[in-house]
């Protein structure tokens, strides 16, 4: 295939390589920047990325004046990874202001902008691939006006680190691609299956957006809390490498996708009151950081959220509002640690009218007559097969309940 690459520094060159040598592909690329021809042509050093001395060996990329270039060259797809760039004060390398801020996008609209242009004056189809990273939101309000009718759009951001950008890029874990059109999804998936076999996660635009920097924010977590566990070893004697060996052989609830579900907040006999004694610990021990306070205080935040959809639904309908499940886990009736008992607590501080009902705990549980505001706070199979009345309105954190004639479901963050 013949394929235009927009950006051509770190990320850029290391994979527009890749992609050139596995898939035997002939990519053109444009860069403002000197810097890649001098790369190319041995004037100065490559990133420092394994396995890029071999690929600079094996083949090369061809160079166009201008985005108009790659667009002139290309079968049909250009890939963009230009920068996003942060002000180096957001680097890390020091402590942070005192207000984040959003990335910058000048140079990705610049570079969306000239090769959609391009593609309009040439009346050529094009797919353009947004490889750089941007918050969700920012592709259809910033990047989908530039583009015109010979131009398609897809977000496919890479999971890479530095300095193993070859290896992630020729065999990720998987392959994520966000867009509105089945086609340029379905023609991209197709581009790399010409240099790996690895799966395709296909989703909407805005989930590809979120899940690129979920992604590393979720191994930000994953750091602090072994940091934490780290601090509280050196001050009690345990030994922090026993605790991550004996969590990483809980392959079925830790290192899992376990858990890794929106929903309601973490219930049971044991986990909200394990928080607050590490909390009470964190005190006890002078910790830097009382982190599992920080998440105590997080499950009552959000669930404070879910009490305030429930009120603006309940104020917009004026209908009546009962909960359903009291119970912490499906088809049980354990109620310890409940985090729907917690969600109508919250919602009677409001002084709000609130029935609550559970099939699985409730002798004499019955629907109540009429139009109601649900909310499924248990996750009981019951629930997806009852007679909700017409004009009932449905808020699920679960995402499981079905459509219901006349019933307006609300699937908490889900789009369908
Ligand atoms: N480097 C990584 O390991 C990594 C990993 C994951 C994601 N990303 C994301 O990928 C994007 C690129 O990262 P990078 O590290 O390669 O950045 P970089 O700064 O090294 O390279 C960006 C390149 O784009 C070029 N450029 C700027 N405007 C352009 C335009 N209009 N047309 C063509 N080229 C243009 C620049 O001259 C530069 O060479 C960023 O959004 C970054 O967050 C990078």
């Not at 002000?87 to 570079?111: H, I, K, N, T």
């Not at 691939?129 to 010979?150: D, E, F």
């Not at 959220?305 to 499940?325: I, N």
């Amino acid at each position: 295939m013949n394929i235009g690459w927009c950006g051509l520094g770190r990320l850029g060159i290391t994979c527009a390589l890749a992609m050139a040598k596995h898939g035997s592909h002939h990519i053109t690329g444009y860069d403002p920047s000197d810097r890649p021809r001098q790369i190319l042509a041995g004037e100065v050093p490559p990133p420092e990325e394994a396995g890029i001395e071999d690929l600079l060996d094996a083949t090369a990329i061809d160079f166009a004046d201008s985005p108009a270039g790659v667009v002139a060259a290309t079968d049909g797809v250009v890939l963009v990874s230009v920068q996003t760039p942060h002000d180096p004060r957001f680097g890390g390398e020091s402590r942070m202001p005192d207000r984040p801020v959003d990335f910058e996008y000048g140079y990705l609209v610049q570079a969306v902008r000239d090769i959609a242009q391009a593609a309009e004056k040439q009346a050529k189809p094009i797919t353009i691939v947004v490889v750089s990273t941007v918050l969700p939101g920012t592709t259809r309000a910033r990047l989908a006006p530039l583009c015109g009718p010979n131009v398609r759009l897809v977000y496919g951001p890479y999971f890479i680190a530095m300095s193993t950008t070859v290896q992630d890029f020729l065999q990720p874990e998987f392959v994520l691609l966000g867009s509105d059109d089945p086609h340029a999804l379905a023609d991209v998936a197709d581009m790399y299956k010409t240099i790996h076999d690895r799966p395709v996660h296909a989703v909407s635009i805005e989930s590809a957006e979120l899940l690129k920097v979920a992604y590393n924010c979720f191994i930000s977590m994953k750091i602090v809390f072994a940091n934490m566990v780290m601090e509280i070893c050196q001050k009690t004697g345990a030994d922090c490498d026993q605790i991550a060996d004996g969590l990483a052989l809980a392959t079925d609830r830790i290192a899992s996708p376990a858990y890794m579900r929106g929903g309601m907040g973490d219930s049971g006999g044991c986990h909200p009151r394990d928080n607050q004694a590490m909390s009470w610990l964190a005190g006890r021990l002078a910790l830097s950081v009382d982190l599992m306070g920080y998440v105590s205080e997080a499950r009552e935040r959000q669930s404070a959220y879910l009490a305030d959809l429930v009120e603006h639904w309940h104020r917009m309908s004026g209908l009546p509002v009962t909960l359903l499940g009291k119970a912490y886990k499906p088809n049980v009736s354990l109620t310890q640690g409940s985090a729907g008992l917690l969600l109508a607590e919250q919602l009677r501080e409001r002084d709000l009218q609130v029935d609550h009902k559970d099939i699985w705990v409730d002798d004499d549980f019955d629907l109540p007559v009429g139009p109601q505001v649900y909310v499924i706070t248990a996750k009981h199979d019951y629930h997806t097969a009852a007679a909700i009345a017409p004009g009932s309105v449905v808020i699920d954190p679960h995402g499981y309940m079905p459509d219901q004639p006349g019933v307006t479901t609300i699937r908490v963050g889900r789009k369908t």
